[in-house]
């Protein structure tokens, strides 16, 4: 049998944890006088956005609405991100301001999942200091959330599910999905990367891909049901396709998905640089629904700190692979992330993440200063240079980065683009607010009713959050 059917979650077991979901929602009935509200909150990277959708479908599942304010909710769920300290920091805030909460109204219940509670040195924390917690999952534990609920309400004790292994495909799980224009679509789950300064490949499992046809039946939907983007998710999408009985890879699965007749474009994140390959780039030259534009984090532009970092390519490598995109896919634009103040690295190699920066020209950069995560390697590598500096560092990239963004902005004025409109503008009545390719914000003024859907603006200004046009 191929190893991917065995990792995958079998319809009985999601059939058991619907019949949960109905005992759960027979048992709330009796709990509360009215119909019950949850809160969710996902942080962190789109895939546990995702996540947080298919929480949302099993609650619906078991009857719950559904509320944004803490106040008002019966359940209230944190799905956690463990990639860099403040995120875990403030998931505990989060949790602490809660205990009052719970002390006025003790039937109100608190779960948590996600990458956190994946660790078992963060479901201890939880276990021991902070009883007032129902309910603790991580990421492999997901689809059992009916059953650790129906257990729970039943009046068992607190429950914990954070088992290791390498993470199992599961499908079928109802969605309750964030928007109607706009739609994240997993194709892969977990990571076998193991950069050095990351924590993913330990709290999200083993690189697992989903078949195409459940991917493409998703997809079709999506179109279907009139959504305008399309989203592939995956840590390292290039390197779907791997374990699958038949030979497929993103290049053929964004093909399949490009020929899906309807009005819609397509993104994808996240591209890595080690295996992003000429096939991919021509790929894209060649669907015409595809974003012309290119998520590749380069982290660093040393080769020494690369080389650490465990990245597997070089700033040669990587430039070779823009300069052949932009060959390719004229006007094509490109993001990154950068990790500023990676352990040892000198002042002189982070200039050369500045200069890097200087040549590629990105649209947008998602920049972080290094921080250690337990368990990884980089966590037990010298650090010396203090936060203080690494901040003014950071500080340094940014002013260059703004200085390349307001140019690349200026470029834009007097260009006729086309934008997905996609909701409100931030500029006052009547202004509508838009998506170019690269994923830039463009404002104009229009009816609400264009909003979901694809226009043409001609840019008059520009600022560096956003530009500025009218319909054409
Ligand atoms: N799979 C994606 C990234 C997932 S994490 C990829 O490989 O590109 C998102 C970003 O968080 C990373 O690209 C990196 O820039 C940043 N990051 C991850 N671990 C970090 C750490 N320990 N300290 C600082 N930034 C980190
Ligand atoms: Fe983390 Fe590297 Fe995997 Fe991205 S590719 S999730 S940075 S280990």
Not at 91 to 99: Q, R
Not at 152 to 174: D, T
Not at 205 to 216: A, H, K, N, Q, V
Not at 458 to 463: D, H, K, S, V
Request: neutral net charge.
């Amino acid at each position: 049998m191929p190893e991917q059917v065995q990792q995958a979650v079998s319809n009985q077991e999601i059939a058991a944890q619907m019949e949960y979901a109905g005992r759960a929602k027979s048992l709330l009935s009796q709990r509360y006088s009215h119909p019950p509200m949850a809160y969710v909150h996902s942080f962190g990277c789109q895939q546990n956005q995702s996540d947080g959708e298919k929480i949302k479908g099993l609650l619906a599942q078991i009857g719950y609405g559904f509320t944004d304010q803490v106040e008002n909710a019966d359940l209230v769920i944190y799905n956690t991100c463990a990639v860099r300290e403040n995120a875990q920091d403030r998931v505990f805030g989060n949790v602490g301001a809660l205990k009052p909460v719970k002390q006025e109204r003790p039937d109100m219940l608190i779960g948590l999942c996600g990458c956190m509670m994946q660790q078992n040195s963060v479901s201890e924390k939880i276990k021991k200091s902070y009883p007032y917690v129902d309910l603790v999952f991580g990421t492999h534990a997901l689809h059992l959330l009916p059953e650790l609920l129906f257990r729970r309400v039943s009046g068992e004790k607190r429950q914990f599910s954070n088992a290791e292994g390498p993470g199992r495909i599961v499908e079928g799980l109802p969605l309750r999905r964030d928007g109607s224009i706009k739609a994240n679509l997993p194709v892969m789950y977990g990571c076998d990367n193991f950069c050095s300064y990351c924590v993913v490949p330990y709290v999200r499992g083993r690189e697992r891909s989903r078949r195409p046809e459940d991917i493409l039946s998703e997809a079709r939907e999506l179109v279907r049901q009139g959504y305008r983007e399309i989203t592939l998710l995956g840590q390292n999408v290039n390197s779907y396709g791997k374990g699958l009985p038949e030979p497929v890879d993103f290049s053929d699965l964004l093909r399949e998905i490009n020929r899906i007749e309807g009005d819609f474009q397509i993104r994808f994140m996240t591209s890595h640089p080690k295996d992003c390959t000429r096939k991919l780039i021509e790929t894209i030259a060649d669907c015409e629904k595809v974003c012309r534009h290119i998520h590749l984090p380069v982290q660093s532009g040393s080769n020494r700190i690369l080389k650490a970092m465990n990245r597997r390519y070089t700033v040669e490598g990587y430039l070779e692979l823009i300069d052949y995109a932009r060959k390719c896919i004229p006007g094509i634009t490109f993001s990154s992330d950068i990790i500023v103040g990676f352990p040892g690295e000198t002042y002189e190699e982070f200039r050369q993440t500045v200069e890097l920066i200087k040549r590629v020209r990105y649209h947008t950069l998602y920049t972080f200063i290094y921080s250690p995560r337990e368990g990884t390697k980089a966590a037990s590598m010298e650090d010396p240079i203090p936060e203080k500096e690494k901040s003014r560092w950071l500080r340094e990239l940014l002013a260059e980065q703004d200085v390349i963004r307001g140019e690349l902005q200026n470029n834009l004025i007097g260009k006729t683009i086309r934008v997905l409109a996609d909701g409100e503008g931030k500029s006052g009545e009547g202004w509508i607010s838009g998506r170019t390719a690269s994923n830039d914000i463009v404002e104009f003024i229009a009816p609400k009713e264009t909003i979901g859907s694809f226009i043409t603006v001609e840019i008059e200004r520009a600022l560096n959050w956003a530009s500025f046009g009218k319909l054409k």
